[in-house]
Nanobody
Framework: QVQLVESGGGLVQPGGSLRLSCAPS????????MDWYRQAPGKEREWVAE???????NYANSLEGRFTISRDNAKNTVYLEIHNLKPEDTAVYYC?????????????????WGQGTQVTVSS
């Protein structure tokens, strides 16, 4: 079954930047909306940003403009750039997407989550 795979996490010093990536593990016909979420230790998973298939973006109000979501439709990949990282950005970052499959003449969609990539902001 095709899953989403995130990459790009790691240990970063405060003030640094990261670019996270997420792409399907196998072949898909296309992808509708793609979202990033994050879950900090001891907290609930929270929505971070979304980008539609047409490139329209939305962000959580609390992010202070430090996050940028983008996508490359040719690569079926979504990115999340985070600038001026703060310790409170430490979390597991997950992507979610509505994957489109075409089997013969039948088109189906399925929401899929990745396993997450750890981002740790610490000096």
């Amino acid at each position: 079954q095709v899953q989403l795979v995130e990459s790009g996490g790691g240990l970063v010093q405060p003030g640094g930047s990261l670019r996270l990536s997420c792409a399907p593990s196998g072949s898909v016909f296309g992808i509708n909306a793609m979202d990033w979420y994050r879950q900090a230790p001891g907290k609930e998973r929270e929505w971070v940003a979304e980008i539609t298939s047409r490139g329209i973006t939305n962000y959580a109000n609390s992010l202070e403009g430090r996050f940028t979501i983008s996508r490359d439709n040719a690569k079926n990949t979504v990115y999340l750039e985070i600038h001026n990282l703060k310790p409170e950005d430490t979390a597991v970052y997950y992507c979610k997407a509505e994957l489109i499959f075409l089997e013969g003449a039948t088109m189906t969609t399925r929401n899929s989550w990745g396993q997450g990539t750890q981002v740790t902001v610490s000096s």
